[in-house]
């Protein structure tokens, strides 16, 4: 290691090296420790590579004519056509984008809030627990599914109306995780000190309590991640998800199931990219659970 | 125990209550006119105002609430506003098509998801494991839609076979075309639960696996099948029970995507078409039976758990 031998350090340079590995070097570690995980990396790097540069990355625009309707994988068409003449390979990338959009910002939502009210709800205890607990118990009590459909039918269809609901729908189960790891966290001595020195509810709150609580948060909606992928996918196949001519790998294949005559790839290759995304996903998130916090081991 | 039982069902009943208001209140929340949806546009709007008089939807939200409540206490669901159907008598129709599905995929789950999670804790860090691993991984990321898309079209495309959709067939009375119909949706829909199954029994085994008393039956010469079948594995089974149980809250929401696609009239696909179509009565009743089946066995694996350990009813 390229340990600096001055005592005192005095550049950025100096004082990083102090810091103990850098990313690099942390990642290579990261990496031996759980291959599979790296691998999941892998994946979703390439996916999100994808999704930045769909317009560039695709041979044709989204919703363009741009060959013969129905014909299989070719030169032209990789994936080949639909019955438009649309080239799958185009949508499949353009729909790379969507998806990443919906997932990351719904997760990203859905598990601020989870961490918010969590956090909140195990910090604070006593009836304000109970009282937000039942809520989220009831929430709990519909299956995830049928929960997405009765909201998303309570909004017009539109990107933004979908990216809402998934959102919405993760927020008890992280909220019921988060708390249960806050009211333990809530009784740990430096809590008590904050609060002997006079601290504010809000303030042990927001400076301990939640930075305490992200690696979790993080290990959580890495997961939760592949899942909304998958939840967007099963709207979108039911009609009721991201709404044309946004393309879509859900609606895509529930197009191959209506396609006459047969169109077998159209269904094929957009499923496919489903699944090594939600699988990118899930690598990914035990990697960083076995990593991040051994507390969720095998959960 | 008593104390802690009568705590977890007062608790449960609150749950349900808070349910079906929520779900009352979602469904009235819903944009566009039930009536003017069910009776097309060309529907005349005297037609309409007499239909809405019919269905009681003029009366006052509460009242309106109290009556479909009160039903449910009765066992009386309410009336289809589409069809007239009585709830009631459609729940009993589509349910036993429901419970076969749920019962089919139930047994795929817990017949290879427990055998291989075993195998994989035995051969920990070994090529089955591995293989177990990565299987479960991929079948918890493949999205059961489009294998059952790909499983309609591919047969149909290089034999021209198509399994029989028109109509649910009796296990009684044509159980091979019962099969046909009920075996292909149950496996896929059975591919989550069972990669679950599979991580927490090995996990589970695992941990069980490194404690003190399976040292001792090693030490005493117990052979490893005997230290696994009788120790270990009775010991690791408590969590996946209850797994199994907590998995079919998934599964009722799976199975609308799954029956609609196979054409199975059961209670997923009712569901899903209330949903879509306002049909109040139907929607309501149902996702009120979905939660209930949620709650209740969330509730059975509580008072399972608070039997079998102390600590949890006092805390």
């Known amino acids: ?299 | 125990m008593l104390n802690y039982t009568i705590r977890r069902v007062a608790m449960a009943g609150l749950i349900l209550w808070f349910v079906s208001l929520v779900v009352f209140t979602l469904m009235r929340l819903m944009p566009g006119d039930p009536t003017l949806l069910q009776q097309g546009i060309s529907a005349t709007p005297e037609r309409i105002a007499a239909e809405r008089a019919a269905q009681g939807l003029d009366d006052p939200i509460p009242v309106q609430y109290v009556r479909w409540f009160g039903g449910i206490l009765t066992l009386d669901l309410g009336r289809s506003a589409l069809n007239q159907a009585s709830v009631t008598s459609e729940f009993k129709r589509r349910f036993p098509i429901s419970f076969e599905l749920m019962a089919f995929t139930l047994t795929w789950t817990v017949l290879f998801g427990i055998p291989f999670g075993v195998i994989s804790a035995v051969k920990r860090n070994r090529a089955p494991d591995y293989v177990v691993r990565l299987t479960a991984i991929l079948a918890l990321a493949i999205p059961g839609f489009w294998l059952a898309t790909l499983l309609l079209i591919l047969p149909q495309q290089w034999w021209g076979y198509a399994p029989p959709l028109d109509r649910a067939r009796s296990v009684f009375e044509e159980p091979l075309t019962n099969l046909r119909q009920f075996g292909p949706p149950s496996l896929i829909l059975s591919f989550a639960p069972m990669a679950s199954v599979m991580r927490l029994t090995r996990s589970a085994l695992l941990e069980v696996l490194r404690t003190d008393y399976i040292r001792t039956a090693r030490a005493k010469g117990l052979s490893d099948r005997a230290v696994i079948m009788n120790h270990a594995l009775k010991n690791s089974i408590i969590p996946v029970v209850t797994v199994i149980g907590l998995q079919v809250a998934g599964l009722l929401g799976g199975s609308v995507i799954i029956e609609s696609i196979f054409n199975l009239n059961g209670l997923g696909a009712y569901i899903f078409q209330a949903i879509l179509q306002k049909d109040f009565a139907v929607a309501q009743s149902l996702v009120l039976y979905t939660g209930a089946t949620v709650v209740f066995l969330n509730l059975a694996v509580d008072l399972a758990y608070g039997y079998l350990d102390p600590r949890i009813r006092y805390a």
């Open chain 1, 1 to 299: 290691m390229a340990q600096t031998a001055a005592p005192v350090p005095r550049t950025a340079t100096e004082l990083r090296a102090l810091r103990g590995p850098g990313v690099r070097r942390r990642a290579v570690r990261m990496a031996r420790k759980s291959p599979m995980g790296a691998v999941g990396l892998l994946f979703i790097l390439l996916l999100v590579a994808v999704g930045l540069f769909s317009p560039v990355l695709a041979p044709h625009a989204v919703n363009e004519f741009a060959g013969l309707p129905n014909q299989g994988p070719s030169v032209g068409f990789p994936f080949g056509t639909d019955k438009f003449g649309q080239d799958i390979f185009s949508r499949v990338i353009f729909g790379a984008r969507i998806s990443l959009e919906v997932s990351v910002l719904s997760v990203v939502g859905g598990t601020s809030m989870g961490l918010l009210i969590g956090s909140f709800s195990g910090y604070k205890g006593g009836r304000v627990d109970t009282l937000i607990q039942r809520v989220m118990d009831t929430m709990i009590a519909f299956p995830a599914l049928i929960l997405l459909l009765i909201i998303v039918r309570l909004l017009e269809p539109s990107l933004r109306n979908v990216i809402i609901v998934i959102g919405v729908v993760i927020i008890p189960g992280n909220a019921r995780v988060i708390r249960s790891a806050a009211l333990s966290e809530r009784n740990n001595q430096y809590v008590e000190a904050a609060q002997a020195l006079g601290a504010s509810d809000l303030r042990i709150l927001f400076r301990h309590i939640i930075p305490n609580m992200m690696p979790i948060a993080i290990v959580l909606s890495t997961t939760l991640l592949g899942t909304a992928i998958l939840a967007e996918a099963s709207l979108s196949f039911l009609g009721l998800g991201v709404p044309p001519p946004n393309p879509s790998w859900g609606s895509d294949i529930s197009a191959a199931r209506t396609a006459f005559p047969l169109n077998v790839w159209l269904a094929f290759f957009p499923g496919l990219a489903i699944t090594l995304t939600v699988l990118g996903f899930n690598l990914l998130g035990d990697g960083l659970r076995d990593v991040l916090d051994p507390r969720l081991r095998g959960s």
